[in-house]
């Protein structure tokens, strides 16, 4: 039976004690209506204790540890403080939100917890009422603290890049595949109806644009005049020779005559067609811009329309970089996988890589070999791209160096470049632009050493003089030969030639001690004629 509950709201912790709860009738009518009176749920609990929160930092901290069922030591003091005397005398049922809250309470601080349908009931009748029980507290306080608090919340837990936002990708490339096809169609469409009326401007016009702009230009084709040539040389860029064709042709056409509300159908058809184009124009502009800012390194690889269609089969560019390279080979290629694998047959080399231009370059018995390569920095570009705070384009120009460079292995034999060097080079080049942004906004001008504070030690100073002396002495000797083994006369006379010099030195360093003196002798005595004048 449910003794006690605890309700976690944005002001801080409220325990509460269960005078009265329905076991059996939980769910009846009666029960339901009773937790929504506030005069009848009243009398099933009390208020044993709140713990406000000290600041909204201490409230986030703690709304992060009940979102992961983790008992935070504020909650666990609350408990232990007051339901620890109450265990020992009958042992307390505490009514929790969540199961695995309440597995960590009984781990941490023994006590037993109840998250069953009673429970839920229990704990939605103190929310419902919350701005009543808790005293000292109003709606409005509960309200304000649970706004702020959703905000931080929420921003931990996103952390909202407007600019990084790769649905507006997966949206753009959809919406993009959708007007391919319908563009495609309304073109023939509006071929085979003008068609009939103008058949011959079908084969001098093959491009789908220029047909419909060229349809809803002309309109009747026996109103085509060599006043109008120069407004359809403009439709066509500039090219005269088509133009001239087309009005030669329309002038000879074995075409059909057509009423004036068809020309007014077919002229609004190829309105639309044209204007269907020209958003289909801008929609490719805005996607190559969003895949730049949210996926530089994956579209300076393959492209924005196949770096567009992997994000958007993944799922998401989070998904697309958690993909292992052998997944991301034979992205969009399921069904023949499954259908190999079914029949015991071979299974497929490449999915939506195919479209890439390095498929395409490859040689039939390589392009297996460039799929899985292609694959491989596929799979490092969305990591980079994922994870990274600013992601840069100059990765994917340097993995596609490297498959550039594969390609040029598998034709000629030339030996390609690591992995680990390339990325080197880059993360160099990216280093070198950091410091120039920095030296541009630094006016000193000073060196790094001082800057940063760093003095050279003394001890360097005594190691480099050692080390010009040695090198004076290299210069002057001869080079050392290499070790030759000597006989034992020959050692005894390298013996007595160092105890010569080793005395000639010593009888020269007592000269000059005997010369110093002898100075000294001579000018003590001036010394003091000095000092008695003066004084």
Excluded at 227 to 256: C, F, Q, V, W
Excluded at 367 to 378: D, E, P, T, V
Excluded at 413 to 437: F, I, Q, T, W, Y
């Amino acid at each position: 039976m449910i003794t006690h509950a605890l309700l976690e709201s944005s002001s801080g912790y409220g325990l509460f004690q269960v005078k009265l709860s329905e076991d059996i009738a939980a769910h009846s009518q009666a029960a339901q209506d009773s937790i929504k009176d506030l005069s009848k749920f009243g009398k099933m609990v009390s208020l044993m204790s709140f713990a406000p929160f000290k600041n909204a930092a201490h409230a986030l901290e703690n709304a992060n540890d009940i979102s992961e069922g983790l008992v935070n030591d504020y909650l666990k003091d609350l408990l232990e403080l007051n339901l620890s005397k109450a265990s020992k005398k009958t042992p307390a049922v505490l009514a929790v939100s969540d199961s695995s809250l309440g597995g960590n309470i009984r781990e941490t601080a023994g006590i037993q917890c109840d998250a069953s349908d009673n429970a839920q009931n229990i704990i939605r009748g103190l929310r419902l009422h919350a701005g009543k029980l808790l005293k000292g507290l109003q709606d409005d306080d509960l309200m304000k603290a649970q706004l702020g608090l959703g905000h931080s919340y929420s921003r931990a837990k996103l952390k909202f890049n407007v600019n990084r936002v790769d649905n507006m990708i997966i949206q753009a490339i959809a919406l993009l595949d959708q007007l391919d096809k319908d563009v495609n169609l309304f073109s023939m469409r509006i071929r085979e109806w003008y068609g009939y009326h103008f058949p011959e401007l079908v084969r001098l016009v093959p491009d789908n644009y220029q047909y419909a702009q060229a349809a809803q230009f002309i309109g009747d084709k026996d109103t085509l005049s060599e006043d109008k040539l120069p407004e359809l040389e403009a439709l066509l860029e500039d090219n005269t020779t088509t133009a001239r064709n087309i009005l030669d042709a329309a002038r000879g056409s074995m075409g059909s005559s057509l009423s004036e509300l068809d020309m007014i159908n077919i002229h609004s058809f190829a309105t639309r067609v044209i204007s269907l184009a020209e958003y289909r124009k801008s929609l490719i502009s805005y996607l190559t811009e969003k895949m730049n800012l949210v996926a530089p390194s994956l579209t300076a690889l393959l492209g924005e329309r196949i770096g567009a269609r992997l994000i958007s089969h993944a799922g998401s560019l989070t998904n697309l970089s958690k993909y292992p390279a052998s997944t991301v080979q034979i992205l969009g290629a399921e069904k023949a996988l499954f259908r190999a694998l079914k029949t015991k047959g071979n299974t497929p080399k490449y999915g939506l890589l195919y479209h890439s231009t390095f498929i395409g370059r490859a040689n039939p018995k390589h392009k297996g070999r460039i799929s899985r390569f292609l694959a491989n920095k596929c799979s490092i570009a969305s990591r980079i791209d994922c994870y990274s705070d600013n992601p840069s384009a100059k990765f994917g120009e340097a993995l596609r160096a490297q498959v550039e460079e594969r390609l040029n292995f598998f034709e000629t034999g030339a030996p390609p470049s690591k992995n680990a060097d390339a990325m080197r080079k880059v993360l160099e080049g990216l280093a070198l632009d950091d410091d120039e942004d920095v030296d541009m906004e630094d006016a000193d001008g000073e060196p790094a050493l001082t800057t940063l504070g760093i003095s050279p030690k003394k001890g360097n100073k005594e190691k480099k003089k050692r080390k010009i002396d040695v090198m004076d002495d290299d210069e002057d000797g001869e080079p050392s030969p290499k070790k030759v083994k000597l006989s034992k006369e020959e050692k005894k006379a390298l013996k007595k030639e160092k105890k010569a010099k080793a005395k000639a030195e010593a009888a020269i360093a007592v000269q000059k001690e005997d010369v110093d003196m002898e100075d000294v002798s001579v000018l003590l005595p001036v010394c003091l004629m000095i000092v008695l004048q003066v004084c």
